[in-house]
């Protein structure tokens, strides 16, 4: 296994339409996280799966977000309507329960132009 | 809420001198963990240490070690023999252990700058 894949790597939109990311997670991990991360700064969490249920989702998540873990491999988080604001880097992460260490993706940058 | 503070936005240290990175952090909970990242230029995240808040033994890998006071609530990472592989983002973060939230709560980061 060669590590949590994201698709695509870049994605320049142009604001008002909807795009769509992929995170393939280490296999054998059941919980899966999504993160943004904008220029200079950490990342901030947006949403975790724990198989295909959504536990958790950060109050960044507005409706215009949504996540899908749907047979708890991989997942995707759309994002309708873009606005310039959500341009960054978009972070997918995978893990265990224990150890308890969240691997990280390269990442999707989305460029709302 | 938990809070996660690098005070530090930049370091710089010379190849093979010693680097101390700061990290304070805020939580009212007992048993977490603790964790340094580090992110080189257009690479991604990649772990370098992880410390359990109920174990006193500072965690150790190769070159990167902790300093960890929990009672003054404070992560500090050295790295020793600094290379120019070493050059990247730091991030500090934390997380709780079990019945609460899984997710990662990172500081700013801060960027480490070797010389040559």
């Known amino acids: 296994d060669t590590g949590v894949s994201q698709d695509p790597r870049h994605k320049i939109t142009k604001r008002g339409q909807n795009v769509t990311f992929r995170c393939d997670p280490i296999?054998?991990?059941?919980?899966l996280y999504w993160y943004r991360q904008t220029l200079g700064q950490g990342p901030e969490f947006l949403t975790y799966?724990?198989?295909?249920?959504?536990?958790?989702k950060s109050r960044l998540l507005s409706d215009r977000f949504s996540a899908e873990r749907p047979k708890g491999s991989f997942s995707t988080l759309e994002i309708q309507r873009t606005e310039q604001g959500d341009s960054a880097m978009y972070l997918c992460?995978?893990?265990?329960?224990?150890?308890?260490?969240?691997?990280f993706g390269p990442g999707t940058r989305l460029t709302v132009t | 809420a938990q809070t996660v503070t690098q005070s530090q936005p930049e370091m710089s240290v010379q190849e093979a001198e010693t680097v101390t990175l700061s990290c304070t952090y805020d939580?009212?909970?007992?048993?977490?963990?603790l964790f340094w990242y580090k992110q080189p230029p257009s690479r991604q995240m990649i772990l370098v240490i992880r410390q359990e808040a109920y174990k006193q033994q500072n965690a150790t890998e190769n070159r990167f070690s902790v300093n960890f006071q929990k009672a003054a609530k404070s992560f500090s990472l050295k790295i020793s023999d600094s290379q120019l592989g070493d050059a990247a983002m730091y991030f500090c973060a934390y997380r709780l252990t079990q019945g609460g939230s899984e997710k990662l709560v990172f500081g700013k980061g801060m960027k480490l700058t070797v010389n040559p």
């Open positions: 296999s054998e991990h059941n919980r």
């Open positions: 992460a995978s893990s265990l329960a224990v150890p308890p260490e969240q691997y």
């Open positions: 799966f724990q198989n295909e249920a959504q536990l958790e």
């Open positions: 939580t009212s909970e007992s048993d977490y963990y």
